[in-house]
């Protein structure tokens, strides 16, 4: 089956640095691909659709310039967490749409910052 | 705003019998519904998808799907602790092309 895999799984990083989260698709190219923020006990929510050599879009109210999207090849896609800030801690989760038609997901990057 | 909606829970059913979890959505052109498990702390995992109303089965679990009723649900039979977890509904609304979630619902099956 389609396997996305998301590097690292875990970060914690100081308020102020940035962070990059890396998101893989093994076995089948993703022109496009999905960023996902989960806090605790709840639902997961979109934040920006990642399109292969083109602009990311973002959804209402999340800031592009903190979170920066880049799409280079059809099997990579980076989001880098800009000067975070502790209410930036999340659960960040991409997501491919593989050949099947189903949406994968990557395992997920806990992300805390200090 | 189109929207998924989902009871949280939890749904507490014993082991063995048959678990029944609903979602209800507003956008009524959407044409994909997914369903997500996702365990404490790990990224969601697929468990179907179903695109034509009626049923749609894959070994002890059931989609239904009423595009009618704007409405889906996912039966577990025979479920089994390890089914314990949150169920996510998800769909695919036209003109979009990620998929919105509900809340997702909280299942416990007790041993």
């Known amino acids: 089956g389609a396997v996305v895999s998301q590097h690292p799984s875990r970060v914690i990083c100081k308020s102020g640095t940035s962070v990059k989260i890396e998101c893989r698709s093994l076995?089948?190219?993703?022109?496009?691909m999905f960023w996902y923020r989960q806090f605790p006990k709840q639902s997961l929510m979109l934040m920006a659709t990642?399109?292969?050599?083109?602009?990311?879009?973002?959804e209402q109210g999340v800031e592009k310039d903190k979170f920066l999207i880049n799409h280079a090849s059809l099997t990579l896609s980076t989001l880098t967490v800009t000067s975070a800030h502790p209410e930036d801690s999340s659960f960040y989760i991409c997501?491919?749409?593989?050949?099947?038609?189903?949406?994968?997901f990557g395992s997920g990057t806990r992300l805390t910052v200090v | 705003q189109k929207e998924v909606e989902q009871n949280s829970g939890p749904l507490s059913v014993p082991e063995g019998a048959i678990a029944s979890l609903n979602c209800t959505y507003s956008?009524?052109?959407?044409?994909?519904f997914f369903w997500y498990r996702q365990y404490s702390g790990k990224s969601p995992e697929l468990i179907m998808f179903?695109?034509?109303?009626g049923d749609k089965e894959d070994g002890r679990f059931t989609a239904q799907l009423n595009k009618a009723s704007q409405y889906v649900s996912l039966l577990i039979r025979d479920s089994q602790p390890s089914d314990s977890a949150t169920y996510l509904c998800?769909?695919?609304?036209?003109?979009?092309?990620?998929?919105?979630f509900g809340s997702g619902t909280r299942l416990q099956v007790q041993p």
């Open positions: 997501s491919a749409r593989d050949r099947m038609g189903g949406y994968t």
């Open positions: 076995d089948f190219q993703a022109t496009t």
């Open positions: 990642s399109n292969e050599g083109s602009k990311a879009t973002y």
């Open positions: 956008d009524r052109g959407s044409q994909s």
């Open positions: 179903i695109y034509s109303n």
């Open positions: 998800a769909v695919k609304d036209t003109g979009r092309r990620a998929l919105t």
